[in-house]
Nanobody, 116 residues
Framework: QVQLVESGGGLVQPGGSLRLSCAAS????????MGWYRQTPGKQRELVAA???????NYTDSVKGRFTISRDNAKNTLYLQMNNLKPEDTAVYYC??????????WGQGTQVTVSS
């Protein structure tokens, strides 16, 4: 089992930026895929961005060109840089790391609120 600790959420004005972090308790190179998801009340959790150990990335259409997923293997940390934030980006953001065996590990979530 891996522990994931998220940070970096908060309140930001439209057009602003935030960087989310997801620190893992063990080496992230042991995971086949890593991603960020978000959820708003009454809606299903949706994939925002994902990356693989082969550095293949994908983004949901609404964040392309604004969000960037990255990782620092030495720090065992996954990041999500979010620029030009919009009110519709408001959600609880979760990181998820999937093992080679197909087991999913979720962070506790961090709130992002985009409002003037």
């Amino acid at each position: 089992q891996v522990q994931l600790v998220e940070s970096g959420g908060g309140l930001v004005q439209p057009g602003g930026s935030l960087r989310l972090s997801c620190a893992a308790s063990r080496r992230i190179i042991s995971f086949i895929t890593m991603g960020w998801y978000r959820q708003t009340p009454g809606k299903q959790r949706e994939l925002v961005a994902a990356t693989t150990m082969a550095d293949i990335t994908n983004y949901t259409d609404s964040v392309k060109g604004r969000f960037t997923i990255s990782r620092d293997n030495a720090k065992n940390t996954l990041y999500l840089q979010m620029n030009n934030l919009k009110p519709e980006d408001t959600a609880v953001y979760y990181c998820k790391l999937r093992t080679w065996a197909g087991d999913d590990n979720w962070g506790q979530g961090t709130q992002v609120t985009v409002s003037s």
